[in-house]
């Protein structure tokens, strides 16, 4: 069974720095592509960061490129988003996904809630 | 940067068929841009529907499709039920290389 989770949320001071980390398990984590994804109070799902099965390819959503940086460690199962220079409007539950995906169907953990205030 | 949009809300008679759309701002939507679609109820991480344009995940009700209904995505619901009353999400892969999502539509069911 597949199964994401995230851990590390929290609340933070505007311009302060938070690192997510999400361990996978139930798949070979190094054969696919891991995606951060954001909603915000109330609004609705924000792709945020997506990253190659070996980490040698990253895209961001312009409203983090320069602040977020996604990683990821094979050996420990795990995905990473580092956030730095955080804003009140970063406040947002964050999602590990594995997905989405051209070819297959998209995981989710249950996510965790950074709070900028 | 591209827009992908979804009506924001829509209403459905129980037992009865609807279809919900995802556009983009400028273009038309092809199996190129692989649309999936996720429903999500509040409090809850959402739920993997259809993936590529109109493959079912898995333990997905066949009342759900996927498919290209002229220049847009679009899922459709066949004999609603009242738990299906949720937020559906649409998400397309650019060709930068990003996801975008689509708003959301907000399905009532009544």
């Known amino acids: 069974e597949v199964q994401l989770v995230e851990s590390g949320g929290g609340l933070v001071q505007p311009g302060g720095s938070l690192r997510l980390s999400c361990a996978a398990s139930?798949?070979?984590?190094?054969?696919?592509?891991m995606t951060w994804v954001r909603q915000a109070p109330g609004k609705g799902l924000e792709w945020v960061a997506n990253?190659?099965?070996?980490?040698?390819?990253?895209h961001y959503v312009d409203s983090v490129k320069g602040r977020f940086t996604i990683s990821r460690d094979n050996a420990k199962n795990s995905l990473y988003l580092q956030m730095n220079s955080l804003r009140a409007e970063d406040t947002a539950v964050y999602y590990c996904?594995?997905?989405?995906?051209?070819?297959?169907?998209?995981?989710w953990g249950q996510g965790t809630l950074v709070t900028v205030s | 940067q591209t827009v992908v949009t979804q009506e924001p809300s829509f209403s459905v008679s129980p037992g009865g068929t609807v279809t919900l759309t995802c556009g983009l701002s400028s273009g038309s939507v092809s199996t190129s841009y692989y649309p999936s679609w996720y429903q999500q109820t509040p409090g809850q991480a959402p739920r993997t529907l259809i993936y590529n344009t109109n493959a079912r995940s898995s333990g997905v009700p066949d009342r759900f499709s996927g498919s290209i209904l002229g220049n847009k995505a679009a899922l459709t619901i066949t004999g609603a039920q009242a738990d299906d009353e949720s937020d559906y999400y649409c998400v397309m892969l650019m060709s930068s290389g990003i996801w975008v999502f689509g708003g959301g539509t907000k399905l009532t069911v009544l």
């Open positions: 139930g798949f070979t984590f190094s054969t696919y592509w």
């Open positions: 990253i190659k099965e070996d980490g040698s390819v990253k």
């Open positions: 996904a594995r997905g989405p995906h051209t070819q297959a169907t998209t995981y």
